[in-house]
């Protein structure tokens, strides 16, 4: 018997049941894997959605950062803290954006040495001419549920959210613990 899987042979309850410790167990980790299984699903279709407007996620989220800013502007720095990314990573993105000239880099008013990242006409145009695609990809994946189950599902998420943070929270001990 194998216990090797991929995303297209996700095991059900009864195989999950041969490995892990009670039905109990099983029935939850199967609820996990058709989760992340829709979740990832979700993604791989949104991100088809942002690729056909030459976008990703990161380039987009980094686009309504600055639209959102005052006078449009952001050091890089802040962008990275916004984004939960390494500097590093959003470097690379940014001198992508620049290439693509959806951004600017402009020296900083009140440190010569720093710069700021400025959205431009260009980079405004592709976040409005996008947000529409966008709001009708959510629609049409939220589209099957009622209001009701979409509050239902705002706090079922809720709750995954603080099991993910207690989670963390117990990484954390055990990393402190070692």
Known sequence: ????YDFNDRPDAARIS?????????EVAELFLNFQWAYREMQRQYDQVLANSGLSESKFIILMFLAQAPQQQLAPSVIAD?????RATVSKLLKGMVAQ?????????????STLIQLTAA???????????????????????????????????????????N????????????
Do not use: C, Y
Request: proline share 5%; net charge positive; glycine share 6%.
């Open 82 to 86: 916004k984004l939960g990314a390494t």
């Open 18 to 26: 041969l490995v892990a410790g009670s039905t109990g167990e099983a």
């Open 101 to 113: 000239a959806w951004v600017a880099r402009v020296a900083s008013p009140t440190d010569k040495r």
């Open 123 to 165: 980079g405004q145009q592709t976040v409005t001419a996008f947000l529409p695609h966008n709001f009708a990809a959510v629609q049409t994946i939220m589209a099957p549920l009622s209001p009701a189950e979409i509050d239902q599902l705002n706090g079922l998420l809720q709750k995954i959210n603080q099991g993910t943070h």
């Open 1 to 4: 018997m194998t216990t090797n």
């Open 167 to 178: 989670l963390n929270l117990e990484l954390e001990r055990n990393q402190h613990a070692k």
